[in-house]
């Protein structure tokens, strides 16, 4: 039996400082000053490792909820230069330079990502896969790299038609082959499709192959400014009638940035029903919406705050790593929390206070993780450690991810930066203590500061 005192951690929700044990990859307790209460129940304490986390806070995992793992690192490609800056453009041009993909290729950028990604503290990633190919490269790629990488990260994958599930030839076909061949969701894109009937059969086709493949269901809908584009209202009826609501996914919904208002009162009371999710790409629609708008420019991000305060669950997204439709983008979630914090104008005490939430628990609450996710006894040894004392700290430092822990193996633990002889510096940035790990024989008594 291989254990772990995990000592000093901030936990949410608890005023002291917290110890973690944790054994064959999982939480086996949890409390403050395990030590004399170990040692009191005759445990060996010799043959245990303690790692001092220096009061540090240890959330839950970070979750990417809307990520492209076969589209990273492409926008340098020749001929994928997006000019106008459009999501319409990002898909005609990834249309005419997608043809030399290969199994091999997308799995070395997909991996890269995922490196980045798991640096940053993500744990969990869900990603789309573009089946609008008849090779289905993509899938394949990412179908290999979900197994290749499970025991690192949980990786989720959508059979996604990029160009159209009715206005590509076949793409609903493709759909369905992706999910034979074992994709976790059903994708569709309804405002991109050629007309709104087309978009509507889409969405009327995905509740009917998530129901009969037993699948998740995660839709590109309504990204745009067109406060006439509606679907998410579809999706949410349907896969509510077909209760499967809290397994189904509205990704961007821009288009509730421009709605009026009696329009989403009145879709919030399906929404609460229906127990959709919505998962909100904040960088990404910051840069591609609002570019048929001159001044005022709209924001093109759907209504996080509005949702939150409805008790409907939103997550939050990468979507790009340097593709035709974004430039940038490293996989660093807590950029991501703070672009939306700033665009929803969620900054109340209480707001940034769990505000991490967008990136854990909502995003597993998308992911459709539930008894396997949290830090709780019993569950698997999945967290990660940030640089700030608590939450508040986290969100306002834009605190670094220092340590990720899965099913009890450390994936990395980051160096101290702070190293400095300017009085200056050194009084009012004392860096916090290394975290340390040494064999609990080697670590003397349990003091406390
Ligand atoms: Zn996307």
């Not at 978009?199 to 995660?218: F, K, M, N, P, Q």
């Not at 220092?402 to 200056?424: K, Q």
Request: net charge negative; charged share 25%.
């Amino acid at each position: 039996m291989t254990a772990t005192l995990f000592t000093n951690a901030a936990l949410r929700g608890h005023d002291r400082l917290q110890d973690l044990l944790v054994e064959d990859g999982r939480f086996r307790l949890i409390g403050p000053d395990l030590a004399p209460q170990l040692a009191a129940q005759g445990r060996d304490l010799a043959r245990m490792d303690v790692v001092d986390l220096g009061g540090r806070l240890v959330s839950e995992p970070f979750c990417d909820t809307h990520l492209h793992l076969d589209y990273v690192f492409t926008s340098r490609k020749p001929g994928a230069a997006n000019t106008s800056g459009t999501l319409f453009e990002g898909i005609q041009r990834w249309g005419e330079t997608k043809a030399d993909l290969t199994v091999d290729e997308v799995k070395a950028r997909a991996r890269r990502a995922v490196a980045m990604e798991m640096r940053h503290g993500v744990q969990y990633i869900r990603t789309h896969a573009d089946v609008t190919d008849p090779q289905l490269t993509s899938l394949r790629a990412l179908l290999e790299l979900r197994e290749e990488l499970a025991d690192l990260v949980t990786i989720q994958i959508v059979a996604f038609p990029q160009e159209g599930m009715y206005s590509y030839p076949g793409g609903a076909e493709l759909v369905e082959e992706g999910l034979r061949m074992g994709a976790d969701c059903v994708g569709a894109i309804p405002h991109y499709e050629a007309c709104r009937e087309f978009g509507e059969r889409s969405i009327h086709t995905t509740v009917e192959l998530a129901a009969r493949y037993g699948r998740l269901i995660d839709v590109h809908c309504d990204e745009t400014d067109d406060p006439n584009s509606r679907f998410a209202e579809l999706l949410a009826a349907l896969a509510h009638a077909e209760g499967i609501g809290a397994m189904t996914t509205a990704s961007h919904t821009c288009s509730l940035g421009s709605a009026d208002d009696s329009y989403f009162f009145h879709l919030t009371k399906l929404l609460k029903q229906a127990r959709m999710n919505f998962a909100c790409a904040p960088t990404e629609n910051l840069y591609l919406q609002g570019r048929q708008d001159t001044f005022p420019k709209r924001r093109g991000i759907t209504r996080v705050k509005e949702l939150t305060d409805a008790g409907i669950n939103v997550s939050l997204g990468q979507d790009s790593m340097q593709d035709p439709w974004y430039p940038l983008g490293n996989g660093n979630m807590m950029i991501i929390l703070d672009y939306v914090l700033h665009l929803a104008q969620m900054m109340t005490p209480a707001e940034i206070d769990r505000a991490l939430d967008l990136l854990t628990v909502n995003g597993a609450t998308t992911l459709g993780l539930r008894e396997g996710y949290g830090i709780d006894e019993g569950k698997p040894a999945n967290f990660v450690v940030l640089d700030a004392p608590d939450a508040f700290g986290a969100v306002y430092e834009r605190a670094d991810v220092v340590m990720s822990v899965r099913a009890g193996r450390t994936l990395f633990t980051a160096p101290d930066a702070l190293r400095t002889d300017v009085p200056l510096l050194a009084d009012h940035l004392r860096p916090a203590p290394p975290i340390a790990a040494r064999p609990f024989a080697a670590a003397g008594q349990f003091t406390r500061a």
